[in-house]
């Protein structure tokens, strides 16, 4: 069928009823996230639907991990009946949502890529970048590094990612002297699998806290399940220590 122009009468199609049900669940989910944990009630109010349709949508929220019910907390003297529930995101929930972010961040680093000019003045400006905001959290670590034994670096290194949510941990590297640090979670990787600049600088900076040339042997940027660094042994007969991310932030994102 011919399209009409000039008429201003072309219509869009209807949404189908599962297109239509996914959008009201996401607008569910995103009026949690914006205001934070929710009754049905409240969100019914909010997003002027009936109490009813609200439960269903959470209903189906909750069997997708997205949403979780927890008793509300009360103030006071608590009154006669039930408390109500209030439904809070899961860190699935969360992380469904940082997928705008992470094309905010492509788009970004294309800009200042095609800004400098493209080809090869592009990737050094990206490169750039990527040194400046490693840099920044560098400096974070600096000092808890700097007051470790040169043994402990990597342990210490490891926690200090831990927190900023890459579930990272150090171990002995099997047939070596030497430790990989490994990262179980990267939130820069959708950014990183076509910038690479940026586990480059993360790299370097890792060489510079450690005080030792280091050598990334995988990226989950680069489809592999975990970020692996080798780090030389830095001090002979010394024994590797292994920490591990605690559950507060493993494959948590950084705020």
Not at 103 to 116: F, K, M, T, Y
Not at 181 to 190: K, M, S
């Amino acid at each position: 069928m011919a399209a009409q122009h000039g008429t201003g009468n072309a219509r869009v199609p209807a949404p189908s009823a599962p297109e239509e049900q996914h959008g009201t669940r996401n607008r569910v989910a995103r009026s949690i996230l914006d205001h934070g944990p929710s009754t049905a009630a409240e969100l019914a109010q909010r997003l002027e639907l009936t109490q009813a349709a609200v439960r269903r949508h959470l209903d189906a929220l909750v069997a997708e991990g997205v949403v979780e019910p927890r008793e509300k907390r009360v103030y006071g003297s608590r009154g006669r009946g039930r408390p109500a529930k209030v439904f809070t995101l899961t860190d699935r929930g969360r992380s469904a949502f940082d997928q705008a972010y992470d094309q905010l961040a492509v788009d970004a680093l294309r800009w200042i890529a095609q800004a400098a000019g493209g080809g090869e003045k592009g990737r050094a400006a990206v490169a750039a970048f990527a040194r400046a905001r490693v840099a920044a959290q560098a400096e974070r670590y600096r000092a808890e590094l700097e007051r470790a034994a040169p043994e402990d670096r990597a342990r210490v290194l490891a926690e200090a990612l831990s927190r900023d949510g890459y579930a990272a941990t150090a171990r002995s590297a099997p047939a070596s002297s030497g430790e990989q640090l490994c990262q179980h979670h990267c939130p820069v990787a959708h950014a990183a699998e076509q910038f690479p600049q940026l586990c480059e600088a993360e790299t370097e900076v890792f060489s510079r806290l450690l005080g030792t040339h280091v050598q990334r042997l995988a990226t989950i940027a680069h489809g592999d399940g975990v970020c692996t660094t080798f780090i030389p042994g830095t001090v002979p007969g010394a024994t590797p220590k292994t920490t591990t991310a605690s559950a507060s932030t493993a494959g948590r994102n950084p705020a």
